[in-house]
């Protein structure tokens, strides 16, 4: 089993929709929550992060995570064209965080259409 | 504003040829450097990180290796490349100390034939 589990999707929604993208993950020593867009043939640019449970927002995005059933989320309203890209969420745990050992889920696919 | 630089973005090359990719960071000193993979359909793996010049830990064995210079310089190389190294190589780099935000380079992606 992968330490954390995201849907590849590819996802397809209309322009205005909300999307909700997901992961899962395994080890319960991870308290740092990351989300990253990337888009194609580019390097990963970090959209949000979170440390333990809760919610944090940034604009049209929310991250959420819930340690109780090891499930974080990002929410995106009022989604764009220029939203399209691979998402990726990544965790850590407080000792991975001082060299930058991050678990990175492997991506979703999302494409926003006009 | 902190930027990083990654070069070169795109190459091919034949099996059992070195390789050097190279990266520098602008903006910031000490920072930690790191080098990630993304292969086809995985996430992105930590290779190697750096907390200071000529410090080096290395997370997968492999055919590769990664030196620090300079205090803004990371490079990977590897003397004999394989297929299997094929990939997108990302360097990357945080604020000494704070790991879990890590801000990547734009790539290059690596095509072994």
Redesign the interface.
Known sequence: QKEVEQDPGPLSVPEGAIVSLNCTYSNSAFQYFMWYRQYSRKGPELLMYTYSSGNKEDGRFTAQVDKSSKYISLFIRDSQPSDSATYLCATANAGGTSYGKLTFGQGTILTVHP | SQTIH?WPATLVQPVGSPLSLECTVEGTSNP?L?WYRQAA??????LF?S?GIGQI?S?VPQNLSASRPQDRQFILSSKKLLLSDSGFY?C?W?VQ???????????S?LTVV
């Open positions: 990654q930690n790191y359909g995985r996430g992105l793996q930590l990180y907390v830990s997370e990302l990357a945080s100390g704070f790991g879990n935000t890590i801000y990547f380079g734009e790539g992606w």
